[in-house]
């Protein structure tokens, strides 16, 4: 199955582009996709796509399915499906 990436800002000068389609196996989930972009993109990118190191901390990482946050779906082991947009982005703030 065929996925859409796009990202922003500094995700997306590490993946080299905003917009990549990638191939995965059916019943891929978005913890297989981040595996899956690290492999491609910069080394750097490796500790921007990592999950938390606790189950309850807040990501500064934010993932969107189709528009949907992964929080309000089944967050990384989320299932993907053929022609999912999947957005990857670092929220920014300021002032």
């Not at 490796?46 to 938390?52: C, G, K, N, Q």
């Amino acid at each position: 199955m065929k996925v859409k990436v796009r990202s922003i800002a500094l995700i997306k000068s590490l993946l080299g582009g905003s917009d990549l389609e990638v191939d995965l196996p059916e019943g891929a989930t978005v913890d297989d996709l981040m595996a899956r972009l690290t492999a491609i993109g910069d080394p750097a990118l490796a500790s921007h796509l990592a999950p938390p190191q606790e189950e309850s901390a807040h990501a500064p990482l934010r993932i969107l399915i189709n528009g949907r946050d992964i929080t309000v779906l089944d967050g990384r082991r989320t299932v993907l499906a053929d022609g999912d947009d999947v957005l990857v982005f670092i929220p920014i703030a300021g002032g």
